[in-house]
């Protein structure tokens, strides 16, 4: 069991694959009962979390969506009572050149990526302020400190949450709420499967190859590599750090 998080209920948003079925899985094997909240189908990530002996909710959930994220909230509340920790993991990232994005193309990304954050947060942090403990944790992006082309919309979703992580991080501290943010390098996941590969590259492998070349641990990152960090900022012993992105990204970005 992970310090302090026995027992605790963590909602995980983008639960169903990828980054955020491995924050799932960890989570659960430190103690903690998982809500997933997802547009896909999470009822895999329900089987992971229930192996570990912890139970388990799948919500199918658009968090851009208020009145979405609301029913998502009560059904959480229904089953569990509470939520002690918020995982901001659900987010879109299709590359599309600037000079071809449109203001329909940007407000996709931006009302996924940052208003379905904040839409998630803003439903739970009364209950904790409630009951004087939670924790915060968003997904950020190492692409916010690389050199990028293609993701203006993306990058820009990104900074928003490490604004929003520091700024919510002052509101919230006199609560026991600390608020922080993980920055992801490119991670083979299923999102990043079926992507398009960037120009020059003929094929995802030959990027998450490239990229895993810029970094000092030169190996391609996977969902397994994040779970450590969140498994830290969730638990008793990060209860002094807040406001606060943790590069998990090979060594890639520094800041």
């Known amino acids: 069991m992970g310090k302090g998080h026995k027992d605790k209920v963590a909602v995980?948003?983008?639960g169903a694959n990828g980054i955020g079925q491995a924050f799932a899985k960890r989570l659960a094997e430190d103690g903690v009962h998982i809500a997933v909240a997802d547009m896909a189908d999470g009822r895999e990530t329900v089987h992971l979390v229930e192996a570990a002996g912890r139970n388990a909710?799948?919500?199918?959930?658009?968090?851009?969506?208020?009145?979405?994220?609301?029913a998502m909230a009560k059904q959480v509340q229904q089953k569990f009572g509470r939520a002690d920790i918020v995982v901001n993991c659900a987010g879109i990232y299709p590359?599309?050149?600037?000079?071809a994005m449109t203001y329909a193309d940007w407000r996709k990304v931006l009302s996924i990526n940052l208003d379905g954050t904040f839409l998630v947060t803003a439903a739970f942090v009364p209950g904790m302020r409630g009951r004087k403990w939670g924790r915060i944790v968003n997904l950020a992006s190492s692409t916010f400190g690389s050199v990028t082309t293609g993701f203006a919309h993306y990058v820009a979703s990104k900074g928003g949450i490490i604004g929003f992580t520091r700024a919510l991080a002052?509101?919230?501290a006199a609560d026991?709420?600390?608020?922080?943010?993980?920055?992801?390098?490119l991670t083979r996941s299923p999102g990043t499967l079926v992507r398009k590969p960037r120009p020059g590259f003929a094929t995802m492998d030959?990027?998450?190859?490239?990229v895993a070349g810029l970094q000092a641990i030169?190996?391609?990152?996977?969902?397994?590599?994040?779970v450590?960090?969140?498994?830290f900022l969730t638990s008793d012993d990060a209860a002094f750090m807040t406001g606060q992105t943790l590069n998990v990204d090979g060594g890639r970005v520094r800041s």
């Open 228 to 231: 450590g960090a969140l498994s």
């Open 176 to 185: 026991g709420i600390t608020v922080n943010a993980i920055a992801p390098g």
């Open 218 to 226: 030169k190996r391609v990152e996977v969902p397994e590599d994040l």
């Open 95 to 99: 590359q599309l050149d600037f000079a």
């Open 170 to 172: 002052g509101d919230v």
């Open 12 to 14: 995980i948003t983008g």
């Open 57 to 70: 909710l799948a919500v199918v959930c658009d968090v851009a969506s208020p009145d979405s994220v609301a």
């Open 206 to 210: 030959d990027e998450f190859t490239a």
